[in-house]
């Protein structure tokens, strides 16, 4: 395949919880067959016993630390609830010295609010001296988002009927290919993505 760095996939999906996770499992198994060295993934809006439950029972550590995969999260996952927040906080700390791949999940993410917040972090900065006001470039907006150590997704894969992206990595996807599967997350199969990056790469 060539020098794919990130991929974005949207999981849009109608059906049950179970079957999303299962299908996110074999998008992170991709990981490292295919060396994709960045994969964000934005899971649907679901029950917090839900999001605890995929990273206890769904996200298997023995996979993670075999790979050497760090999990980070993009959003506000804090404010989940403190059985969520537990499971996502151990899966989180028990991969954090990894640094061959990284499997990032966006939880209770808006796009146009980590511009807000990332907005408020700059304003904080300059009110304190720290940051020149007409010093403020692309570059600095993009070390304040929720996503700053990442490199933009080159290829987001957008599955669901709804042709539109959500605000996912709403300032990182500027430049991204987009593809509109037209497919439920859960009817993507993994050959669908080996033949989109293919295209490209």
Known sequence: MGALIHLGVLANSTKEHDVIFQKIRAIADLQPKLDIRIITISLPVMPDDKVAEFFKFYLKKDFLNKEKIKVSIIGKWYELSSEAID??????DETKDY??????????YDGQMELVDACKLICRQASAGKLNLEKISKSTIKDNLYSSTF?????????????KLNGFLLWD??????????????????????????EFF
């Open 87 to 92: 499971e996502v906080r151990k899966v989180i």
């Open 99 to 108: 640094d061959k791949y990284f499997l990032n999940f966006t939880i209770n």
């Open 151 to 163: 490199v933009p997704p080159q290829i987001i894969i957008c599955t669901g009927e709804e042709k």
């Open 173 to 198: 996807s500027v430049s991204a290919k987009i593809i509109m599967t037209g497919k439920d997350f859960s009817e993507l199969r993994t050959n669908d993505i080996i033949s989109i990056l293919n």
